[in-house]
């Protein structure tokens, strides 16, 4: 659970009750300051002389605040569109495409809002019927360190558990799931968790639990019949990868359940920056060892309209048959959704 140094109350988030009651949890916590802000002011209350040290105050800093906008941003190819309840990871991951898209607000940030931006999601639900409309809830935040206080996903999977054709989708790489377990989810809530080898949790992943933590919190909610999916990524390559790789699935199938309600399902995605994040990378992480020559990789653009630094052909192809190969071996009865 998170735990932040400073929570940064913005105007008006204290007139609904989720503003109360996180202000009511952490209000007597010494250890945490809290500050109520007027019309602006987020970034002057985070301390920081340049972007490094802002980025590890702001990892540190949980604001609350009110979704003024509720046009949903989409959400392609894994969902149809973004649901805006949370932004910012308090993971500290090298990699992460948070370093880029929210470089400027590595902050936590809970809207409190959730019932107008639920209202919102039920709009959209309506303008695709009768086909599925499926909302992502992790596309710009890891949601799960702040659930213990702040309940935004139970509220959340329960509205959509009563939504004929609408979908909730989010992934993790944190624990705290146990305020989860009881919620009747109908089955509409699909939980994915980040999985990578030791190794690279190690050297990239700094402030996230160790992976087999992570499998014993997907444990729990396999166990409470969601359907449950791993994102292995980003996949790395460097000496004795596919043993790890391989080590770590097997070590995934020694503790999940034996039989489950929803097959296993499988999303693998090999390493690839863009310039634009090495710059910033390598301004917050100086000493990084993220590999990032750009001679050893090709360029590619992609579907956005900018390009990234991609494994070579011949190593992507490794990957992809090893993935191929190995998760089928291991889950006969899992799906691999793609390996890219």
């Given amino acids: 659970m998170f735990i932040p140094k400073r929570i940064?109350?913005?105007?008006?988030?204290?007139?609904?009750?989720?503003?109360?009651?996180?202000?009511?949890?952490?209000?007597?916590?010494?250890?945490?300051?809290i500050v109520k802000l007027g019309h602006h002011g987020i970034k002057s209350n985070?301390?920081?002389?340049?972007?490094?040290?802002?980025?590890?105050?702001?990892?540190?800093?949980?604001?609350v605040g009110i979704r003024k906008g509720l046009q949903f941003q989409s959400c392609k190819p894994s969902a149809h569109y973004q649901l805006p309840l949370l932004s910012g990871c308090i993971g500290q991951c090298e990699y992460?495409?948070?370093?880029?898209?929210?470089?400027d607000k590595p902050y936590m940030r809970v809207n409190v809002n959730v019932d107008k931006i639920l209202e919102q999601a039920g709009k959209y639900i309506e303008e695709r019927l009768p086909e599925e409309t499926i909302f992502e809830g992790s596309a710009t935040s890891d949601p799960i360190p702040v659930e213990p206080y702040s309940h935004s996903l139970k509220q959340a999977i329960q509205y959509f558990s009563k939504t004929e054709k609408g979908r909730f989708r989010f992934a993790t790489k944190f624990t705290d799931v146990d305020t989860l377990l009881d919620v009747d989810h109908g089955g509409h809530t699909?939980?994915?968790?980040?999985?990578?080898?030791?190794?690279?949790?190690?050297?990239?992943?700094?402030?996230?639990?160790?992976?087999?933590?992570?499998?014993?919190?997907?444990?729990?909610?396999?166990?409470?019949e969601y359907p449950t999916g791993f994102l292995?990524?980003?996949?790395?390559?460097?000496?004795?990868?596919?043993?790890?790789?391989?080590?770590?699935?097997?070590?995934?199938?020694?503790?999940?359940?034996?039989?489950?309600?929803?097959?296993?399902?499988?999303?693998?995605?090999?390493?690839?920056?863009?310039?634009?994040?090495?710059d910033i990378i390598t301004k917050i992480f100086p000493d990084t060892k993220l590999p990032m020559d750009n001679e050893e990789r090709t360029y590619k653009y992609g579907q956005f309209g900018y390009g990234k630094y991609l494994y070579q052909k011949e190593e992507l192809e490794k990957i992809k048959s090893f993935f191929q190969e190995v998760i089928p071996a291991i889950f006969p009865d899992g799906v691999v959704k793609y390996i890219i």
């Fill in 190 to 224: 699909e939980v994915r968790f980040s999985l990578n080898t030791d190794r690279v949790i190690q050297d990239f992943e700094t402030g996230t639990p160790l992976m087999s933590k992570r499998i014993e919190a997907a444990k729990k909610i396999i166990s409470a």
């Fill in 46 to 63: 985070i301390p920081g002389d340049n972007i490094a040290e802002f980025y590890r105050h702001g990892k540190r800093t949980l604001v």
């Fill in 232 to 278: 292995i990524a980003p996949v790395f390559l460097y000496n004795n990868w596919q043993n790890d790789y391989r080590n770590m699935l097997e070590q995934l199938k020694d503790v999940l359940p034996k039989k489950t309600v929803y097959p296993v399902t499988f999303e693998v995605i090999s390493h690839r920056y863009t310039p634009r994040a090495k």
């Fill in 96 to 103: 992460c495409y948070l370093n880029t898209n929210l470089g």
């Fill in 8 to 33: 940064l109350f913005m105007k008006g988030s204290l007139e609904y009750e989720l503003g109360k009651q996180i202000y009511a949890y952490f209000k007597d916590n010494r250890q945490v300051e």
